[in-house]
């Protein structure tokens, strides 16, 4: 099918742009994905951190109906396609679950136009339709049509495909999820390797008519640069919620968000030895409430394991417990209580002694997320 110009952005089909976050579930969160050509040649493909399709009404073989009519893709004003929440959600709810309509390796030597349009080639007319359904940004509609329709394939892949695994994929259902900023966001998608399938979480209680919001990349930065990343790449000035405070509290925002992101980058001198148990906790502690006054919940299940990777290692029982309890909870929101990280999670709450980390450094009661150090 030939591809039909479409405006990124507005309405019909839908202009879409995802770019999951890595996040930093999988490890995360998402955050900016690099479609690396081999030949020295990089091809700038933000993947957005984790995703998936489900409940949707968009009836195709690659979206699955997991929780009834749980949302809608509909056109919104102003963003194309987006998702909407056709009941109440509950927080951790799976919304998508979904494999790969295009999947392709994050390095390739060849063209990436190239490849796409030889992935094309394999799928059946309704897959190729659904390809063609999706939106992208970034081709001038003014181009002789030879070459707008050369250009589409790649445009569509770029504006909606993320990192699953080592490779890069497309999964059109979740591909509707429009972007939102910090605290904005309420669903988040991670990749299964072992399944080939892409999830999508409630990470927050959903109400009936409000949009499904995913982070296309990670948003702990001031609102400039979101804004400016937004539009170099997505090709949108982004008005979300977070993006939308007022001038005064748009700046506290930033603060916060430019604080989580130090401490989170600070977290790994623990193990260069340049922090000792007690401040890594802390660090976590801090990166904790940070995200409880700025709204910004994602990753939890990830910084936990981080605090329960620093527990054990100084052998402290009472710190793993609590942190993996912690833990368990998060992922099970973020990832789903099946996910790798939640299961891993389970067995170090269940016996402490058994995670790799324990007892590789001096003893010492770190404390858990309570703050406490009693101990053992
Ligand atoms: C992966 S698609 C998302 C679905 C897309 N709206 C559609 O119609 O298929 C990404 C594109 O959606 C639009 N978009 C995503 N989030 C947006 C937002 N918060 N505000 C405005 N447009 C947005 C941009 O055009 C972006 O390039």
């Given at each position: 099918m030939a591809p039909k110009r479409r405006a990124a952005g507005h309405s019909q089909t839908t202009p879409a742009g995802n770019e999951k976050l890595l996040q930093s579930t999988t490890t995360r969160t998402v955050a900016t994905f690099l479609f690396t050509l081999v030949a020295a040649v990089i091809l700038g493909i933000f993947l957005r951190p984790t995703a998936q399709p489900g409940n949707s009404h968009e009836d195709s073989p690659h979206s699955r109906l997991l929780s009834e009519h749980a949302f809608v893709v509909r056109d919104l004003p102003g963003r194309g396609k987006g998702a909407i929440a056709a009941r109440d959600i509950q927080q951790g709810e799976l919304l998508v679950r979904e494999p790969p309509l295009v999947l392709l390796p994050s390095a390739v030597t060849a063209s990436p136009n190239q490849l796409i349009v030889e992935a094309l080639s394999r799928l059946s007319p309704e897959g190729v339709e659904i390809f063609y359904n999706l939106s992208y940004v970034r081709v001038p509609e003014n181009l002789p049509p030879a070459q707008f329709a050369e250009r589409v394939p790649l445009a569509i892949?770029?504006?909606?495909?993320?990192?699953?695994?080592?490779?890069?994929?497309?999964?059109?259902?979740?591909?509707?999820?429009?972007?939102?900023?910090?605290?904005?966001?309420?669903?988040?998608?991670?990749?299964?390797?072992?399944?080939?399938?892409?999830?999508?979480?409630a990470l927050k209680a959903i109400k009936k008519g409000e949009e499904l919001l995913t982070a296309y990349f990670d948003t702990r930065r001031p609102r400039h640069e979101r804004r400016q990343h937004l539009k170099q790449v997505y090709d949108?000035?982004?008005?979300?919620?977070?993006?939308?405070?007022?001038?005064?509290?748009?700046?506290?925002?930033?603060?916060?968000?430019?604080?989580?992101?130090?401490?989170?980058?600070?977290?790994?001198?623990?193990?260069?030895?340049?922090?000792?148990?007690?401040?890594?906790?802390?660090?976590?502690?801090?990166?904790?409430?940070?995200?409880?006054?700025?709204?910004?919940?994602?990753?939890?299940?990830?910084?936990?394991?981080?605090?329960?990777?620093?527990?054990?290692?100084?052998?402290?029982?009472?710190?793993?417990?609590?942190?993996a309890e912690l833990g368990v909870k998060w992922a099970t929101y973020e990832l789903g209580g099946d996910s790798e990280l939640a299961e891993e999670l389970r067995r170090t709450a269940a016996e402490?002694?058994?995670?790799?980390?324990?007892g590789r450094q001096a003893s010492m009661q770190v404390g858990g997320p309570d703050g406490s150090a009693t101990a053992a």
């Open positions: 892949f770029e504006t909606n495909a993320v990192a699953a695994g080592s490779n890069v994929g497309l999964f059109p259902t979740m591909a509707r999820l429009n972007h939102g900023c910090s605290h904005s966001f309420n669903s988040v998608y991670s990749w299964r390797e072992t399944e080939g399938v892409l999830t999508v979480h949108f000035h982004c008005t979300c919620p977070s993006c939308a405070l007022p001038d005064k509290q748009s700046r506290v925002s930033d603060a916060r968000l430019v604080k989580m992101s130090g401490l989170q980058a600070k977290l790994p001198s623990w193990a260069e030895g340049k922090l000792d148990g007690r401040d890594a906790i802390q660090v976590v502690r801090e990166l904790w409430s940070l995200g409880d006054a700025e709204g910004y919940t994602s990753g939890r299940g990830r910084l936990a394991a981080d605090a329960v990777y620093v527990a054990a290692a100084h052998s402290d029982r009472h710190g793993v417990i609590g942190w402490p002694s058994s995670h790799p980390m324990w």
